[in-house]
């Protein structure tokens, strides 16, 4: 199976190559990405089906799932790093919704600093937690979507999807459908 490297390896050794397709084809059988999916399958459930059972809160959803979501968040957070830490960006997508993701963070970021209230900013209103740790929260949840999801052959899918949707000027479905 072939790996199709990003544009910025083009310059490197033919052994720095192989082991950047290395680390990319471990990554994908890595306990690591298992604990990864693992914990955002749990992440995903949780969000969809709790709620406060008690029925005494004014909110009896933001307040669950904020606290459900923000612990959950650290244990993903530290998964991923140590994914980068032992992967490198190999297991980063390159893909310009990276980019507006982080616009969108930094953007907030600057607005909650400018802002009168900075701990409603930060921290989002009592009722409703949607502050910058919010954001932060979903950017992470977003991250290791789309590095732990993405597998190799999504990747390469991905891949042959595109090239054949530009070079044969076919329909993009009948131009894959085509080529298995």
Not at 26 to 38: A, Q
Request: with cysteine; aromatic share 8%.
């Amino acid at each position: 199976m072939s790996v199709q490297l990003p544009e910025e390896v083009l310059g490197t050794s033919a052994m720095e190559k192989n082991a950047i397709r290395w680390k990319a084809v471990m990554w994908d059988r890595s306990p690591l990405r298992l604990t990864l999916v693992g914990l955002i399958s749990v992440k995903t459930a949780l969000l969809v089906v709790l709620f406060d059972w008690s029925g005494k809160s004014l909110n009896p959803f933001d307040l669950t799932k904020s606290l459900a979501s923000r612990t959950l968040e650290w244990p993903i957070a530290a998964v991923l790093a140590l994914a980068l830490l032992r992967y490198g960006p190999v297991i980063l997508p390159r893909t310009p919704i990276n980019f507006a993701v982080a616009s969108v963070l930094i953007t907030n970021l600057l607005s909650a600093l400018a802002g009168e209230g900075r701990y409603i900013a930060f921290f989002g209103d009592s009722g409703r937690y949607l502050g910058v740790t919010f954001l932060v929260d979903m950017a992470i949840l977003y991250l290791g979507v789309a590095v732990s999801f993405l597998g190799l052959r999504v990747r390469l899918a991905s891949i042959r999807w595109a090239r054949s949707a530009c070079l044969d000027r076919q329909q993009p479905s009948t131009a894959v459908q085509h080529r298995r």
